[in-house]
């Protein structure tokens, strides 16, 4: 019995190194590409991460992107593309990590990566520890997947306030329901700055 308990401690060990070596790893590619661009919403988020990578690659930049959905796509800095690669083809936010250390084999100057979370406090994860971001794109608050985020249209713009990036920017279309963006509610990511502006594009 002594032995077995002695094989599990081992085991939890191993477990807890692994874990942290890899979080260092991730931290190092992360940091390692200057700007993060992290693009969410309801609506159009794949059409406004590829436009928001081909700008900036447009403007001489080293851009990596990866669209999310049933057809992810990792895009290159020339704008070729393939799909993502998904064991059993079950999305989950931890691909975040292997996209990070591939992207950051091209030394990018800007990675545009697309929000793939739905839950609240997956959203939340998805920036605070996995991507970071430092720019914030919002595309909409709309009634959709209330299950998760819902029941109310205010809700899902809290929901969605989760990813914005801590000290960063954000941008944005939406003109309402401003409050939510502005104030912090629970939880680090929701303490980005942000301060009302008078364009309906950019706040």
Do not use: W
């Amino acid at each position: 019995m002594l032995f077995l308990y002695l094989v599990f401690l081992l085991a939890c060990l191993g477990l807890l190194l692994g874990g942290i070596i890899e979080q260092r790893n991730h931290h190092r590619s992360l940091h390692s590409i200057p700007h993060r661009v992290l693009v969410n919403g309801i609506r159009g988020k794949s059409s406004i991460t590829r436009l928001t990578a081909g700008a900036l690659r447009g403007g001489r930049l080293v851009v990596v992107a990866k669209t999310t959905g049933t057809a992810a796509r990792f895009i290159f800095p020339d704008a070729s593309e393939e799909p993502v690669y998904r064991k059993f083809g079950i999305a989950n936010v931890v691909e975040q990590i292997g996209i990070v250390r591939r992207a950051a084999a091209y030394y990018p100057d800007v990675l545009v990566i697309e929000c793939m979370a739905v839950m609240p406090p997956l959203q939340e994860l998805n920036q605070t520890k996995l991507i970071q971001s430092t720019i914030g794109i919002l595309c909409n608050v709309r009634e959709d997947h209330l299950a998760e985020m819902g029941p109310t249209l205010d809700d899902v713009a809290r929901s969605l306030s989760r990813s914005m990036p801590v000290d960063g920017v954000c941008v944005t279309a939406e003109s309402d329901r401003t409050s939510f963006r502005r104030k912090p509610t629970s939880g680090p990511a929701n303490s980005s700055r942000s301060t009302p502006s008078r364009s309906p594009t950019r706040r």
